[in-house]
Each structure stands twice: as structure tokens, then as C-alpha cells.
């Protein structure tokens, strides 16, 4: 299952806004068409947004004639800002960029920088799927067999390149042979959790219960679940996580009702140039994700609507984040800036 990959010069990806109901390709030759999926989240997930955006990058330079490295650079500087433009929390999507434009200004001539270019996106591509196997081997063993695990939204192959996060610990544990039973919440408003992660699990062979976001509270109190485990979009560096919306809401409950709770993200999801998850931007999102399912309208014409996509969750609610450089816990100031170090 790849949500994202590169095919014959064109970007073949997963219109995740399609599934469970059909398995729908796109095939993009065009950068624009990538900043575009991005943003109506054909592609979502914070590591494959990152791939996608370093893959969009190596599109975009593709299509650029320039007689001179000069030329060549000051026309791949639009395809980036097109690119940086589309989704504001997910730190993967900038630091792939970041990585692109590093790789370009190094380059010698137009050809060679192309070349480069689409060598970096796959070596990132291939660097995520890495972190993200190792990651859900050191998760795995906070897995005990028999364990009942809530997690939130999709983190699986979907949303990486090609394993998963928090998904992908489950995966593993059941790959060693370990008893697991997922509790999916739903997702609102875009219903990740019941449209994508319970179409992953059931790909596994990993039984699963699905439930409506407003019933965790209920699940956590009455002993049901042993552990909750979640992705991230954006790390900081005190270890306060911006994750789907809903995530802090299941870590209040989790604390209070006693049960572990576990965040699961590559380190490529840690930007430390931000001191606290204050400092991290929230993208809101339109209006009708709110008000309508699958384009059926829910709520009266014209309601007011907020609808912020992501919510921080403090770090004294994480009993640990899992990398691909082992598990962390407290304080997370100083062990999460030594994970860069070594």
C-alpha cells in the first residue's frame, strides 16, 4: 500500500478523499495538481505530506527551461512557495522543502540539479518508511499481548511512506505475534478514523471497534483500553504535540482515567525552533467539512463554524513519544534536543 509514489515522471498517489468506497489513482505531471491534492487532502498524514511536497518540488523542476543555474533557481522559487502555501502545522512538509531548496542551491547546472532533486525526494521517501519501521519496532514493546489500544484519525500506510506511526506500532506488535484489539474513534469532522484507519486494520487482519469521538470518555473510564497511541504533525521542543483535532481531548481522559498515552512520529515531526505548542500554527479549514458528510449537508444554511484541524496536547499528558531513535519520555526539553545531537 503506497499512498504516494513516483511513476514514469509523473506523482501517482491514493485519493484518500475516495476511500473506503473506491480505490481511485491520481496521476500528477504538475506541481500545481500536487499543492492542490495537499490541500483538499487527496494526500494527508504529515510524512506523506512531506514526500509529497518534495516529490511536487522535483515536478515542478522538471518542467523548468533555464539556460543558467541563476534562471533555473529564481523559476523553482514559485513551485516551493506554491508548495509551503498549502498546509501550515505539519512540520514535514517544511523541512522536506527546506531540503529541496538546499539541494538546488548546491547544485552545479540545470541538469544536474533536476537530477539531484528527484534523487532527494526519493531518498526522503525512503528514509520515512526506515524511520517509520524502526519507530513501530521500539513501540511495540510497550505492546503487551491481550493489550486493547485506542488510537485517532489515521497513521498508517496512508499517511506515511508506506508503514505508518502510531498504526504502524500496532502492526508490529501484531506481527510479533501479539493478541490486539483497536478502539477507532471516528475522526470528525473528515472521519479519518472511520473511513481510513478501520479500511487499513481490516487490510491487517487486526480486529478493530469503531466509536463515535464523543464515546473514548466513556470506553478510557470503564477500563476497556490499555493504552492510547497517536500520531503528530508538529513536535516542539518542550514536547507538546499538535496532532488531529480530538487528540488532547483523548489525553485529558487518558490522565484521568489512568491509561498510558502514547504519540508515535518520526523525528522528522520535531521542530525544535519552537519552544512550546503556543508557537505552533493551527490551519483552520473551511466551513463545510463542519456542516456536511460526503458533500450531505447536516446543519441549517448559513450556521457559524469554527473549525480548527489540529489541537495541542501539553506534554505532561504524554507518557511518551516514540521515534525511530527509541522511546522518550520526560524531560523532554533535554532528551528530545539530544536525539539531534547524536
Not at 473506491?22 to 495538481?33: C, H, K, N
Not at 500506510?157 to 471516528?186: C, D
Request: charged share 25%.
Amino acid at each position: 500500500m503506497k499512498a504516494i509514489e513516483w511513476v514514469s515522471g509523473k506523482i501517482r498517489l491514493i485519493d484518500q478523499t475516495r476511500l473506503p468506497w473506491e480505490m481511485v489513482f491520481l496521476e500528477l505531471d504538475d506541481y500545481r495538481e500536487v499543492a492542490s491534492a495537499i490541500k483538499e487532502m487527496q494526500i494527508r498524514g504529515a510524512p506523506a505530506i512531506g514526500i509529497a511536497a518534495a516529490y511536487g518540488m522535483a515536478l515542478g523542476a522538471q518542467g523548468i527551461e533555464a539556460a543558467s543555474k541563476e534562471e533555473f533557481t529564481a523559476k523553482l522559487r514559485p513551485v516551493s512557495e506554491t508548495l509551503s502555501a498549502t498546509r501550515p502545522t505539519a512540520v514535514n512538509l517544511f523541512k522536506a522543502l527546506e531540503r529541496m531548496n538546499r539541494v538546488a542551491e548546491a547544485g552545479e547546472d540545470v541538469a544536474r540539479i533536476k537530477e539531484a532533486l528527484l534523487a532527494e525526494a526519493k531518498k526522503l521517501e525512503e528514509e520515512n518508511e526506515a524511520a517509520n519501521r524502526k519507530l513501530s519496532t521500539y513501540g511495540a514493546e510497550l505492546i503487551r499481548d491481550g493489550f486493547t489500544i485506542m488510537t485517532h484519525c489515521n497513521t498508517g500506510a496512508l499517511a506515511t511512506a508506506g508503514y505508518g506511526t502510531a498504526l504502524g506500532v500496532i502492526r508490529a506488535a501484531k506481527e510479533q505475534s501479539k493478541a490486539v484489539h483497536v478502539f477507532v474513534s471516528e475522526t470528525r469532522p473528515l472521519l479519518q478514523g472511520a473511513r481510513l484507519t478501520t479500511w487499513e486494520l481490516a487490510q491487517y487482519g487486526i480486529p478493530f471497534t469503531l466509536i463515535a469521538d464523543t464515546m473514548t470518555g466513556h470506553f478510557l473510564s470503564r477500563g476497556r483500553i490499555d493504552c492510547v497511541i497517536v500520531g503528530a504533525d508538529r513536535i516542539a521542543a518542550n514536547g507538546d504535540v499538535a496532532n488531529k483535532i480530538g487528540t488532547y481531548n483523548l489525553a485529558v481522559l487518558a490522565r484521568e482515567n489512568g491509561v498510558p498515552f502514547y504519540v508515535a512520529a518520526p523525528t522528522s515531526s520535531i521542530d525544535l525552533s519552537l519552544s512550546s505548542g503556543d508557537e505552533i500554527p493551527i490551519e483552520e479549514r473551511g466551513a463545510e467539512e463542519v456542516t456536511h458528510v460526503s458533500g450531505v449537508p447536516i446543519a441549517p444554511v448559513g450556521v457559524g463554524v469554527a473549525n480548527p484541524a489540529f489541537d495541542i496536547t501539553p506534554h505532561r499528558y504524554i507518557s511518551a513519544i516514540i521515534t525511530e531513535k527509541g522511546i522518550i519520555r520526560e524531560p523532554y526539553v533535554e532528551r528530545l534536543r539530544k536525539v539531534f545531537q547524536g
